[in-house]
């Protein structure tokens, strides 16, 4: 099959150079953002690839009416919205970029464990209302902390190689063997719990990570420490994370995703994109552990932009493209 005979339909709006590369390269590109997932199952027989963020999940019954579908192609880093199982049975090529924003995500975990530790959030707020509070905001240095990494992949591999330049101990623990480098020592589980001060996850939802963080996991760690989300919400037992934060075995909390997140990260419990006020969490019919984490001093939240910058928005179409293009001419060299 020539690139020219390959019609790729876009759900969500990205990079315009993603679509540009793939038009320069031969390939036909349609857009639809805006119909249902019903009405898109009834026209996708017609295409062969299809270019997505998290609209909607792309489960068994849309894959059995995407008779001619070669590729799924997610911009980011998670393919948790797709059954890749069932895609993979129908020979369909599964297409992620984790290296497209894995620097952003590394940056990221850096700030939030920066601020948490020197109570920057807190002192910013306390000077704008008029307190110049000195002792209360004395913060802790990373310099002879322990980092402990959930995960040591893309994003894993990116916040340790950032740490290098603090005077730090960086452990990561994966299901995989021997992931470990000159920026990360491996070790197992029980040992990251037994010596880690920082803990900051970079895994996937999977079946397996599901509510992974809960009481027993958070009590197995000998010190107090800091945690520092960037993966996924659903890896976490908010309720037991606001339980840690109350009696101090949790120092403080970086959260870029959370638990109530809607499948397309675009919304929390919303049905606009708008944000409460504190008062106005509290007004609402909210989970508890929710309201705890707007109101307290020692959290940090952002919605889910960790890999959400604008040199990550180029690289992660990029990434796309590049491996679009080299999936075809895989094929047509075959």
């Not at 099959?1 to 679509?19: A, E, R």
């Not at 890749?84 to 590394?106: F, Q, T, W």
């Not at 109570?119 to 990373?142: F, P, S, T």
Request: net charge negative; glycine share 6%; aromatic share 8%.
């Amino acid at each position: 099959m020539s690139n020219k005979d390959v019609k790729i339909l876009h759900f969500d709006s990205n990079h315009p150079l993603l679509w540009e590369q793939l038009e320069q390269a031969g390939f036909q590109n349609e857009a639809d953002f805006t119909s249902s997932k019903n009405e898109i199952e009834t026209k996708i027989h017609n295409y062969h690839g299809i270019v997505i963020r998290s609209r909607f999940k792309i489960d068994k019954d849309f894959i059995d009416k995407a008779t001619n579908l070669k590729f799924i192609a997610r911009v980011g880093a998670g393919l948790e919205s797709i059954d890749c199982e069932y895609a993979k049975s129908k020979n369909i090529h599964l297409i992620a970029a984790p290296e497209g924003n894995r620097n952003a995500v590394g940056e990221h975990a850096i700030g939030m464990l920066l601020s948490l530790m020197n109570k920057l959030n807190r002192a910013d707020k306390l000077v704008r209302n008029g307190q110049w509070i000195r002792e209360g905001n004395r913060g802790y240095e990373l310099e002879g902390k322990t980092i402990g990494l959930i995960g040591y992949g893309n994003m894993g591999k990116s916040f340790a190689k950032k740490l290098r330049g603090f005077d730090v101990e960086v452990m990561c623990y994966d299901i995989l063997p021997n992931v470990g480098d000159e920026n990360a020592r491996q070790v197992s589980l029980q040992e990251l719990q037994q010596k880690a001060d920082v803990l900051s996850l970079h895994i996937p939802w999977t079946s397996e990570t599901h509510k992974l963080v809960n009481v027993d996991f958070i009590n197995a760690f000998t010190n107090p420490f800091w945690f520092i989300n960037t993966s996924r919400g659903k890896n976490v037992v908010t309720d037991d994370l606001v339980t840690a934060l109350e009696s101090g075995k949790i120092l403080g909390a970086g959260l870029d995703v959370l638990e109530y997140e809607k499948l397309s990260f675009e919304n929390l419990f919303l049905s606009s994109q708008s944000m409460l006020s504190g008062a106005e969490v509290q007004s609402r019919d909210l989970p508890k552990a929710f309201e705890y984490l707007v109101q307290a001093e020692n959290v940090l939240l952002t919605p889910h932009i960790a890999g959400w910058t604008f040199e990550s928005h180029q690289k992660l179409a990029q990434v796309i493209v590049d491996k679009i293009k080299k999936l075809f001419n895989s094929v047509s060299s075959s």
